[in-house]
């Protein structure tokens, strides 16, 4: 089964980047859709981004178009969240996630596999 395991949170300030990673298990990494979703404290899931399974495609959240990026490298079983831009409202605990189905999405039910998370808090 595919596991998880998300890297690169810290501690910032307002308008800071930030890169996460999420390195993947087994062989069978370029057969999954791959999302990053967040949660803060007190608040629902919230999606991301997410990125098709060859990286051609891509699709985010409006919180977050233009300032994060999705990115993924199939050959090292990893994909990226860059985060420019941070603002306070970026405080959250990131999840990486795989999903099955062909077409990004941002929908969480849709993927099957998660991560532990890694927290990103943005002080102003």
């Known amino acids: 089964q595919m596991q998880l395991v998300e890297s690169g949170g810290g501690w910032v300030q307002a308008g800071d980047s930030l890169r996460l990673s999420c390195a993947a298990s087994?062989?069978?990494?370029?057969?999954?859709?791959m999302g990053w979703f967040r949660q803060a404290p007190g608040k629902e899931r919230e999606s991301v981004a997410t990125?098709?399974?060859?990286?051609?495609?891509?699709d985010y959240a409006d919180s977050v178009k233009g300032r994060f990026t999705i990115s993924r490298d199939n050959a090292k079983n990893t994909v990226y969240l860059q985060m420019n831009s941070l603002k306070p409202e970026d405080t959250a605990v990131y999840y990486c996630?795989?999903?099955?189905?062909?077409?990004?999405?941002?929908?969480?039910?849709?993927?099957?596999?998660w991560g532990q998370g890694t927290q990103v808090t943005v002080s102003s």
């Open positions: 996630a795989a999903s099955g189905v062909v077409v990004p999405t941002l929908r969480d039910r849709a993927y099957a596999y």
């Open positions: 990125i098709s399974r060859n990286g051609g495609s891509a």
């Open positions: 087994g062989r069978t990494f370029s057969s999954y859709t």
